[in-house]
């Protein structure tokens, strides 16, 4: 069953193949230049105080130079595409293709049962899946790394400069392309046979998989480890949205896109709170002066007046623990997904 | 003493709320070649699906080859199966199907594929789905038979071929069982299909057995009687009458008896096993609907 399964999949092995070394070729020829930039920008090495202002600088200098800015968005399109691509052409027409095309019957009447038959399926095709994805998502690692060294230094400013709990970088780096390889597939697998038609299959497979994916980092993801709150003087932000409307600028939104003393934590919410803790955004009275509102004494008089700001986040610290979660809940669902196929491939279908 | 190679006791199958097959019991002796006819739509591909075990019954129970159809690769090797259109991989080469066929079966007779394959003039090379309807046919049987099973069921294997491709497909698989001495059961709407194949015939209608036996026993127990108008309610016990015609004068009749037709007011004929398919099939003849109506005939 082996030889057959391989001998079915030499087409689909080869395309991933070549698809892996184009990846590979096309982020061989350009990661060498990005490190020399990066070599060139000084961060190696860097004294404490500039870390910063040299780690932006080399992030300005990519997203502005726009080649390496694509590449990277390129890459983790890539990376993000491919296990719903694997879902819809490996996963759905596993089983819906030999229903539909009846060759179930042939296949599942040799001396071999129809849970070996799926075993061997699932498990080698479902770990061709998984190996093109991580390995997609390892080569991009190795491209981007100093692209993630200079955010790590704190360079910001542009695009380019994602945390590691960012959506697009959590989901494109580390484990996790491991469990939605896994998930994507067997979602397929399962969509094809229950529907038992392949290019439906492929339809529903698709618009479950991008629910799921979009649903992870909204709604989920935030929530797997209980998130810490602390309240910190508006005088000690050094990296904030502030808004301010109404009536000669009486109200405000004030915003914290970094916590201070916390580098790569998963800033979740943050937001002005008044001297009695209640959240708000009545700029004190005290503060209103035109003079104030839009000059640097504002900061000031708004942390006399008991603005202060609350923020809720996960520390960098759960980076690995949220990888190993997340993915752990994609590789649960993929099992539970196979042994419902195995169910329903042995009771329902033939 | 013979074995049963396929024993059912009141099988049933049930989809939703039709009943696809219905109080099916029998007993089909090893060594045969077994036709199953009816009508489409009258339980065969069911009936021939409980037995290789693509599917479970509702009711009733039935086993194969003297064990129960469970799916165990043990119980897979010994019963062959080609389905109906004769399904192959359009996209794999012939040789890809002998390899198939040879790694997914223990019991896997490359000569026998190898030798047919060749004899059926087919290139290793060719991809299946070029294949004629006839030569796919063929390559579905070479599976299922170098495979070695001791029963081999056939669903509908020549419904979509041309009349010299089925020809060609029952010979073929005739020399096959003659080589090897395999019990076949193979479907048919059409009782022509099978009558120079089978010595043994099952009639399935309307998802129940109306009829079932060896061809030479069929024929002899069924005759077609004519006379003087007469209700068959009168007939003596014994006979049951399949079919019923009458004219002012005269009826003909298509009975069922076991005993000598002895009444010398009957001309009696032998019937041909087309014949006797038909009036089974003929839903006219169907039981409740068979019931004296000479009264009321003018």
């Known amino acids: 069953m082996i030889r057959l399964t391989w001998f079915q999949f030499r087409a689909q092995a080869v395309t ?26 000084g961060i190696t090495g860097c004294p404490a105080a500039s870390c910063e202002h040299l780690a932006s600088n080399f992030l300005q200098q990519l997203y502005a130079g726009g080649t390496y800015w694509v590449l990277y968005l390129l890459g983790v399109v890539v990376i993000l595409l491919t296990p719903a691509i694997i879902g819809l052409f ?35 095709t479902g770990m061709a899946a998984m190996a093109v994805t991580e390995g997609l998502s390892l080569m991009q690692a190795w491209w981007a790394a100093p692209i993630g060294r200079a955010v790590g230094h704190g360079g910001g400013g542009t695009n380019l400069a994602m945390g590691r709990f960012s959506s697009l970088v959590f989901a494109t780096h580390g484990i996790t392309p491991l469990g939605y390889a896994a998930f994507a597939f067997t979602l397929g697998v399962t969509a094809g046979a229950v529907i038992r038609r392949t290019v439906p299959a492929m339809a529903i497979t698709l618009a479950i998989f991008a629910v799921v994916q979009i649903a992870m980092p909204l709604w989920i993801r935030p929530h797997l480890f209980p998130a810490r709150h602390t309240v910190i003087s508006v005088m000690s932000l050094d990296n904030v949205s502030l808004h301010q409307g109404g009536v000669d600028g009486r109200s405000f939104t004030l915003g914290a896109l970094n916590i201070p003393g916390q580098p790569g934590a998963w800033l979740l919410s943050s937001g002005a709170i008044n001297a009695a803790g209640q959240a708000t955004g009545i700029t004190p009275a005290a503060c209103t002066k035109p003079s ?30 949220f990888q190993w979660t997340e993915t752990g809940i994609y590789l649960v669902l993929a099992l539970a997904l196979a042994g419902y196929c195995f169910r329903r491939l042995n009771r329902r279908l033939s | 003493m013979m074995s049963a190679v396929i024993e059912t006791s009141r099988l049933g199958k049930q989809y939703h709320r039709t009943w696809a097959l219905r109080d099916c019991t029998l007993v089909i002796p090893e060594g045969r070649v077994v036709g199953l006819v009816g009508p489409n739509g009258a339980g065969k591909t069911t009936l021939l699906r409980l037995a290789t075990g693509q599917l479970t019954p509702t009711s009733g129970t039935i086993s194969v080859l003297g064990e129960p159809t469970a799916v165990s690769p043990a119980q897979l090797a010994r019963v062959g199966f080609v389905a109906q259109d004769t399904p192959v991989y359009p996209r794999m080469r012939v040789a890809g199907h002998l390899r198939l066929g040879a790694w997914l079966n223990p019991g896997w007779d490359d000569e026998l594929a190898q030798r047919r394959i060749s004899q059926l003039g087919l290139a290793p090379k060719q991809r299946a789905g070029s294949l004629s309807g006839g030569q796919r046919a063929q390559l579905a049987l070479t ?35 003659a080589e090897h001495g395999t019990s076949v059961v193979l479907s048919s709407h059409l009782v022509t299909d099978l009558e120079r ?6 009639v399935l209608v309307a998802s129940r057995v109306r009829a079932a036996g060896e061809v030479s026993a069929l024929l002899g127990s069924h005759h077609r009687l004519s006379g003087p108008r007469r209700d068959p309610g009168t007939l003596p016990a014994g006979q049951e009458v399949i079919e019923e015609s009458h ?19 009957w001309t009696v004929k032998p019937v041909s096993l087309e014949e006797l398919v038909i009036a089974y099939m003929n839903p006219a003849n169907d039981i409740p609907a068979r019931r004296p109506r000479l009264g009321v005939a003018s």
């Open chain 1, 16 to 41: 991933a193949a070549v698809a892996l070394a184009a990846f590979a070729v096309l982020l061989a020829a350009t990661g060498p230049h990005l490190a020399s930039l990066y070599g060139a920008s």
């Open chain 1, 90 to 124: 490996w996963g759905a027409p596993l089983i819906a293709r030999e229903l539909e095309t009846g060759t179930s019957a042939l296949v599942w009447n040799q001396s071999i049962t129809r849970t070996r038959w799926l075993a061997v399926k699932l498990t080698l």
């Open chain 1, 292 to 321: 104030v509102l839009g000059g640097p004494s504002l900061f000031p008089c708004l942390a006399r007046n008991g603005i202060r700001e609350a923020i809720t986040y996960q520390p960098a610290s759960r980076y690995w623990p």
């Open chain 2, 143 to 177: 599976l299922a038979l170098a495979k070695r099973p001791e029963l081999l069921i056939l669903d509908e294997p020549v419904a979509s071929l041309d009349p010299l491709a089925r020809r060609e497909f029952l010979r073929g698989l005739m020399e096959a069982v």
């Open chain 2, 197 to 202: 194949v089978c010595d043994y015939l099952i």
């Open chain 2, 247 to 265: 004219t002012d004068r005269q009826s003909t009749l298509l009975v069922r008896t076991d005993d000598p037709i002895r009444d010398p007011a």
